[in-house]
């Protein structure tokens, strides 16, 4: 829908993106789940990668589940306010996805489990759209933090394309890029009551699930 004349799935400029502000939203220091930091410095050996499929709420779910993961987030990225807020972010003049930050230690779970999490469970084809949560902020998006990562990336979105096109499903429109070069590069914490939604909530609004076409 038009916000005062302008349509929300149109990608705001860098410069008529909100401003934001200098100061951080708060974070917690623990995350209620896995009992583990909220921030880094993160173990040793472990990697980031920051997923963006539609409302954060269930796709923070989805990751904190899987063996390996140490820690998740949900926040904005791919934007260009500084520290925004859920109702900025929802203007769609901020630039930014709904995101979350997933934290892994590749010596227990290979990259390639955390994709077919990823692919299956939301739909990469509807560009600027998850169900009927419309507008930029729910663009699918995979930002990367290694060069392995990236690659890994481009080749599981060649295959999961073919398996689409297998099933007679459309192109993938997911943005795949650095996370250096979303936005302005800076993954943006949610606030507190976003952090592990729906383990709080049990009953939230989800609307992610395995959708009709498997990773392989």
């Known amino acids: 829908m038009p916000l005062f004349g302008r349509d929300k799935t149109t990608m705001v400029s860098p410069e008529d993106a909100m401003p934001g502000r200098d100061q951080p939203i708060p974070v917690p220091d623990t ?13 040793d050996g472990h990697e980031v990668l920051y997923v963006a499929m539609g409302c954060f709420w269930g796709a923070e779910r989805l990751f904190w589940q899987i063996e390996g993961v140490h820690s998740t987030a949900a926040g904005y990225m791919g934007g260009w306010t500084k520290h925004p807020t859920y109702e900025e972010t929802c203007t769609a003049m901020t630039g930014h996805t709904e995101s979350v930050q997933v934290v892994y230690d590749p010596d227990v779970v290979d990259i390639d489990v955390l994709l077919a999490a ?7 084809t509807t ?5 009927n949560d419309v ?8 930002y990367t933090t290694t060069d392995a990562q990236h690659e890994a990336v481009l080749a599981s979105r060649d295959k999961y394309q073919a398996a689409l096109a297998e099933q007679g499903f459309g192109e993938i429109s997911t943005e795949i890029a650095r ?5 302005d590069g800076v993954f943006y914490y949610a606030e507190d009551y976003h952090q592990q939604y729906l383990h709080k909530n049990p009953r939230g609004y989800c609307n992610h699930g395995f959708c009709q076409v498997s990773y392989g």
């Open 179 to 183: 996370s250096s070069d979303a936005g």
């Open 118 to 124: 990823f692919w299956e469970n939301h739909d990469p």
């Open 31 to 43: 995350h209620v789940v896995l009992g583990t930091p909220m921030q880094g410095p993160w173990p």
């Open 127 to 131: 560009p600027n759209r998850q169900g």
């Open 135 to 142: 507008g930029t902020q729910y663009r699918s998006a995979i």
